[in-house]
């Protein structure tokens, strides 16, 4: 399947030259047909004599709704641009060529209708002129007439022509669905459509959407039930898990990492005109306000663009910038960088502007890697870069590639973190994870426990530390040493919290001593021995079953204070199950 959006002025039968290629009216709305204007999106499809299905996206030509013609234009890869012959070159007719010119739009074909009301040769050379000075290519040139059917087996043959000469679309990456409508079904819940711009869609597959997680329950493709589709294709996607007021036009379906961002470089076509500071920006079916701020230097087309919300964009993506107070496209913007670096010193923008002078449109991924130090896999892919072209030096840790210089200082650094962090807390041998990659600045916790190996450093139970570490109790050592010895004589005589103190070991000191697996704190200071809770069970094992908590007590020849919070720990560990307010068991 192919995609061709249609373009042009209104009522210069674009939606009545749909309706002649496929029999289908595009029209979807009634007020569309009372007024016998198009407002909206319309959808319709043929199979060409090539047996090539061509599926049509119908825009409106108005003025007023070329937010709506911008969304139907830019997911597509092709274009019909028509032009009536009785009424030539209009107003609307400059400005969808001006958005064909942002889109960066170079496959299309002219089509000069209503050929039966007036010679179409006129309109022919003054359109071809206009879009010969827009310099999107040689576009092939049809008159039809929808109306008596002439014409009509010339275009299909251009048609033909013009798809045969489009690229192929990549449909082994990661797909990108630029959302144009969404409605519920009964029974099937929410359907979003768009145009499959890249990539494939299989059902069950799991996707993204407006921020979030969902799975395909069903894919439909030109009102046809679909296993797979890939693209280019219209499609249509039932969900699973997300309901339809969470999404709208302008959302996109993703598979796969993509780099979310809401600030991007960009460069101004040659020509576009002078952007005023607050704009449109819009970018395959979304249109959102945008802040742009001109980086200046040597690059004078180099702009910052800065908006609410994240999308999902890349190094090439083609952005279309429209100023609506006074209704008009004012160019069109490619993306240089999707990550752009803050711009805090004076003179960054300047600087910014000079290093994007010479930017590609696909980074080499050892000199970004090197400029950033850390990336994410999708966030070098969006930078127009690829992971098969980094060095083998570079670090690897899940989605997360490191410059090794980077690697290494992060393995001193964190050899200090933790030795800065044991002398000042000498009762823990062991810095938290969450402390230490805050102290280094790591993007992610993940990197930690390879890191920490790298380093020659020990990562167990979310903690850091050097290699058979030990708490040093200090002073205190020689009260947990007194207790352990009492407790190895009497395993449930847990010492009184006054013992404790007078032992010198308050919260912290016991705290240490668990960790190091020397005791067992059963809650409020209640110290035993590791050992005390398999002793506890022998003793219970024997009782009759179940038992009361005073047969517990009697049995282990301990005070309430101990065996209520031991019993507590052995149901926790599944040794023994409460029955009823008064009654255990050991569980067998």
Do not use: C
Not at 59 to 66: A, L
Not at 232 to 246: M, P, Q, T
Not at 507 to 522: F, N, T
Request: aromatic share 4%; proline share 5%.
């Amino acid at each position: 399947m192919r995609v061709v959006a249609t373009a042009g002025h209104v009522d210069h039968g674009k939606s009545a030259l749909v309706r002649a290629l496929t029999g289908t009216d595009p029209d979807r709305w009634e007020i569309e047909h009372q007024r016998g204007l198009t407002i909206d999106l319309g959808f319709a499809h043929t199979v060409l004599d090539s047996g090539e299905t061509v599926a049509f996206v119908d825009v409106p030509g108005h003025q007023r709704f070329i937010a709506n013609t911008l969304a139907g234009v830019g997911p597509a890869p092709a274009v019909l641009f028509v032009v009536a012959a009785d009424e030539g070159w209009r107003a609307q007719s400059s400005e969808h060529l001006a958005a064909l010119q942002a889109l960066g739009v170079r496959n299309g074909l002219l089509v000069i209708t209503r050929s039966d009301l007036a010679d179409p040769d006129a309109a022919l050379a003054q359109a071809s002129a206009r879009i010969a000075e827009a310099r999107l290519g040689a576009w092939e040139a049809v008159s039809v007439s929808a109306r008596t059917g002439e014409g009509l087996a010339e275009l299909r043959a251009a048609l033909d022509r013009l798809l045969a000469g489009l690229p192929e679309p990549d449909v082994t990456g990661r797909a990108r669905l630029w959302v144009d409508r969404v409605f519920t079904i009964r029974g099937a819940g929410t359907v979003l459509t768009g145009t499959l711009e890249a990539g494939t869609l299989t059902v069950d597959q799991q996707v993204e959407v407006a921020g979030l997680r969902a799975s395909i329950r069903g894919l439909q493709s030109l009102g046809e039930p679909v296993r797979q589709a890939r693209a280019v294709a219209r499609v249509a996607v039932n969900l699973r898990g997300v309901e339809v007021d969470r999404l709208g036009r302008g959302d996109v379906l993703t598979t796969g990492s993509w780099w979310l961002t809401e600030s991007v470089d960009a460069r101004l076509d040659a020509g576009s005109e002078e952007p005023p500071e607050q704009l449109m920006m819009h970018v395959g079916t979304a249109a959102l306000p945008v802040r742009v701020r001109r980086l200046g230097g040597s690059d004078e087309l180099a702009v910052r663009l800065q908006w609410q919300g994240k999308l999902p964009l890349h190094t090439g993506d083609r952005l279309v910038l429209r100023d609506p107070g006074r209704q008009q496209v004012l160019g069109g913007a490619v993306v240089l960088d999707v990550d752009p670096p803050e711009l805090r010193r004076r003179g960054a923008a300047r600087a910014r502007a000079e290093v994007l002078a010479d930017a590609p449109e696909r980074v080499d991924a050892g000199r970004e890697l090197a400029r950033r130090q850390v990336l994410r896999t999708d966030q070098l892919t969006a930078l127009g870069g690829s992971v098969e072209d980094l060095p083998e030096a570079v670090v690897r840790v899940g989605e997360w590639l490191v410059a090794p210089d980077r690697w290494a200082s992060w393995g001193t650094e964190l050899k200090a973190v933790v030795s800065a962090y044991t002398t000042k807390n000498p009762l823990q041998a062991r810095i938290p994870a969450g402390a230490a990659a805050a102290e280094l600045g790591l993007p992610s916790a993940a990197l930690l426990a390879p890191l920490a190996e790298s380093a020659g450093l020990e990562y167990r139970d979310g903690h850091v530390a050097e290699p058979g570490a030990r708490a040093d109790l200090g002073a205190a050592e020689a009260g947990v040493a007194e207790v352990e010895q009492r407790l190895a004589a009497d395993p449930f005589a847990a010492p009184e919290r006054d013992e404790l103190t007078r032992l010198g070991i308050g919260p912290k000191q016991a705290a240490a001593a668990v960790r190091m697996g020397r005791l067992l704190d059963l809650g409020e200071l209640v110290l035993v021995s590791p050992k005390t809770p398999a002793r506890a069970m022998r003793e219970l094992a024997a009782l009759p079953q179940p038992f009361t908590t005073s047969q517990a007590r009697q049995a282990l020849g301990t005070t309430r204070r101990v065996v209520i919070p031991l019993l507590e720990h052995l149901d926790s560990r599944g040794w023994t199950r409460r029955i009823d307010a008064g009654h255990r068991e050991v569980v067998r």
